[in-house]
């Protein structure tokens, strides 16, 4: 029996890393999801074939349009990473409400509209698996969040405003859907060098080049929030620090990003 897994934003990046690495196990089936259909489709004839669904997750007609698509090429669902997302800088005097309604409209309410529209169906393919007690792994949902989720700084508020969010809405899923069989896991990344974020300023001096991971490090991560059954992984893993610093010396947090201490440990990982 196939294991039928969606990944949004796939076109590259995180994305592209997570189908790379979700190929690797046997009986998989991708359904990839991106604006660019070009770049779906090579990506699809390179791993030997997948659904590729080119679609704009800020539309609202799009959630319905791929759960057609998925329905009548597969009939079941068994995991759906919500990776899709970008970020603007910009303070908030400056750029204002508008900034911060885009990050909430593709970071937080397309994967939101997403996941409502496909919950059925991972529902259902999860009560099939329990009756059948099929030993694939578990149906599982993984949101693609950002350590700025945990810790905000400065020009980036309307970005973290959408991961914390993500972030809150997660920990909600995961107690919801789990009476359903559906484990639903968070992934927290820092800076992580893909098209949308290069990083280049922080790869380009040996003194920063290790806050930057790679995205096969993510895809790693989403698989242990998937399948695996972890409730929430960070990349690296020890900026777990930050987040715990914030609840416990906001006060030093707030002083540290102010001055910039912490501005190339929080960054977006998507």
């Known amino acids: 029996m196939a294991f039928v897994a969606l990944i949004t934003g796939a076109s590259s990046g995180i994305g592209e890393a997570t189908a790379r690495r979700l190929a690797r196990e046997p009986d998989t089936t991708l359904v990839l999801v991106a604006r660019r259909r070009d770049r779906l489709q090579a990506l699809a004839d390179e791993l030997g074939g997948a659904t590729v669904i080119a679609a704009d997750l800020t539309d609202p007609h799009s959630p319905d349009r791929v759960l057609e698509v998925v329905q009548r090429e597969h009939g079941e669902l068994h995991m759906l990473v919500n ?19 885009r990050h909430l409209k593709l970071d937080f309410e397309a994967p939101a509209r997403l996941t409502e ?20 792994p578990r149906v599982s949902i993984v949101n693609v969040a950002s350590t700025a989720g945990r810790v905000a700084r400065p020009g980036a508020g ?7 969010a993500l972030a809150g809405w997660t920990d909600a ?7 359903h069989g559906i484990h639903v896991g968070l992934v927290l990344p820092g800076f992580v060098a893909t098209e949308g974020f290069p990083a280049t300023e922080l790869l380009a001096r040996p003194s ?3 806050l930057v991971s790679k995205p096969a490090a993510v895809a790693e991560a989403i698989v242990q929030a998937g399948p695996g059954g972890r409730a929430e992984r960070y990349v690296p893993r020890y900026y777990w620090v930050f987040a715990a610093l914030r609840i416990l010396a906001p006060r030093v947090v707030r002083r540290a990003t102010a001055g910039g201490a912490l501005t190339t440990a929080t960054g977006s990982g998507d």
């Open 83 to 101: 990776n899709a997302g970008a970020s603007w800088r910009g303070r908030f005097a400056e750029t204002g409400w508008a900034n911060v309604e």
């Open 117 to 136: 529209a496909l919950l059925p169906l991972l529902r259902a393919t999860a009560a099939r698996a329990a009756a059948t007690a099929d030993d694939r």
């Open 158 to 164: 309307a970005y973290s405003a959408a991961k914390f």
């Open 173 to 179: 899923l995961h107690t919801e859907e789990r009476p």
């Open 208 to 210: 920063t080049r290790w």
